[in-house]
């Protein structure tokens, strides 16, 4: 079954960055874009940027360009998100989630199970 | 903010009928998608595309679309339905697109 498995927990100083890992399998990873959207505690769901997986290309949010890097190794079907420049309001739950057809869609038919960051002095 | 809108809550007793409401521009361009999302748990897909039911997801659980709104029907509520419920599509600026969510909705079942 199609399952998107993330690294643990960080806790990092302002200013450091922090890069999550989503382990995928279960379906081709080439085959479908990977996202990456974050949740603050306590509040709603917030989109990051997609990754397609095949070439490498990558799409951010306006908000988090310039600070986020996502890349990804197909040997091992896992896809990096890296945040850079880290501030208090970055604490959050982020998740990779799995793109829903393999043109995009824009949609999420499979999300990791979060991994969250702490950004605390 | 958020560029979809949503109530912050909705509540409804037990084999009630529950009706969440999501509002937005893009909503007349792109397809909606809703997800649940129990607490300390990621969201799942509920429905996908306005109106589609993922397999798995039981059939008390329906989408519509009307305009600039779409609504997400839950028929028989159970106490397991108690969650909090996203909406989600695209919109674009120019060749650029981009993901928009609403606020939630938190559904208690009273």
């Known amino acids: 079954q199609v399952q998107l498995v993330q690294s643990g927990a960080e806790v990092k100083k302002p200013g450091a960055s922090v890069k999550v890992s989503c382990k995928a399998s279960g379906y081709t990873f080439t085959a479908y874009y990977m996202h990456w959207v974050r949740q603050a505690p306590g509040q709603g769901l917030e989109w990051m940027g997609w990754i397609n997986p095949n070439t490498g290309v990558t799409n951010f949010a306006q908000k988090f360009q310039g600070r986020v890097t996502m890349t990804r190794d197909t040997s091992i079907s896992t896809a990096y998100m890296e945040l850079s420049r880290l501030r208090y309001d970055d604490t959050a739950v982020y998740y990779c989630?799995?793109?829903?057809?393999?043109?995009?869609?824009?949609?999420?038919?499979?999300w990791g199970q979060g991994t969250m960051v702490t950004v605390s002095s | 903010s958020y560029e979809l809108t949503q109530p912050p809550s909705v509540s409804v007793s037990p084999g009630q009928t529950a009706r969440i409401t999501c509002s937005g521009d893009a909503l007349s361009k792109q397809y909606a998608y809703w997800y649940q999302q129990k607490p300390g748990q990621a969201p799942v897909l509920v429905i996908y595309?306005?109106?589609e039911r993922p397999s798995g997801i039981p059939e008390r659980f329906s989408g519509s679309s009307s305009g600039t709104a779409v609504t997400l029907t839950i028929s028989g509520v159970q106490a397991e339905d108690e969650a909090d419920y996203y909406c989600q599509s695209a919109d674009r600026i120019g060749a650029y697109r981009y993901v928009v969510f609403g606020g939630g909705t938190k559904l208690t079942v009273l």
């Open positions: 595309k306005d109106s």
């Open positions: 989630a799995k793109d829903g057809a393999v043109v995009l869609l824009l949609s999420f038919d499979m």
